[in-house]
């Protein structure tokens, strides 16, 4: 049975599994996802106390998952002595102005990344990080095109964009192709689920 616990700045009871609100609590559907690749979040803060964010999902499903809350450089500090010390291969998910398309990484370089770095917050603060952390600039950008959202509970600010998890998803299918990500979309379904049915109990 999932264990309540309640935010400091919300009335609500939360999960202390998931984290998300008890009314909307996914732990029935959390499975877990068996891959290699290590993920990488940064977080900008305003992000950690949204309701429908999906970058916890990711981290309940995928355990090789980090989320790394912050801005500034001095934010990812741990992160970037991370990877720093390590020997993994890295790749950055943003739509810089010389990214290349996963899937044409995926042919063309001579080896995978094994290492998925993403931003996890609004268009405008995603950009703010990104502007803000030049050493991001050290490893290959790569996007994702073609892909619509069926994040159908957030407005998305403009066509193409893709959730947290559904960037983590499709981005785990195209590095490892023996992946099952079910389990993280799975989870996704149910959080929306949830959030609708809550929608409704209240009207």
């Known amino acids: 049975m999932a264990t309540l616990m309640h935010s ?28 290699s690749i290590q993920i990488d979040i940064l977080q900008h803060p ?30 990812f500090a741990p992160l970037q002595q991370s990877l720093a010390q390590g020997h993994e291969r890295v790749a950055v998910l943003y739509p810089a102005a010389d990214a290349i398309s996963l899937e044409s990484y995926r042919i063309h370089a001579e080896s995978a990344a094994n290492r998925l770095l993403l931003i996890d917050g609004t268009w405008k603060k995603a950009y703010k990080i990104w502007q803000c952390n030049a050493w991001l600039r050290r490893y290959p950008a790569v996007v994702l095109n073609g892909y619509e959202s069926r994040y159908d509970i957030r407005k998305a600010p403009r066509d193409g964009c893709l959730s947290t998890l559904e ?8 590095l490892d192709p023996n992946v099952d990500t079910k389990p993280l979309y799975d989870v996704f379904d149910a959080m929306q689920s949830n959030f609708q049915r809550f929608r409704k109990a209240k009207e």
């Open 8 to 35: 400091p700045d919300q009335k609500r009871a939360h999960c202390a599994e998931c984290g998300y609100p008890q009314l909307t609590c996914v732990c029935a559907a959390v499975m877990p996802v068996y891959s």
């Open 46 to 75: 305003s992000e950690t106390k949204a309701a429908k964010n999906t970058a916890r999902l990711v981290q309940l499903c995928h355990s090789n998952t980090h989320i790394w809350v912050g801005e500034k450089p001095d934010d």
């Open 167 to 174: 960037a983590v998803a499709l981005s785990l299918q195209k």
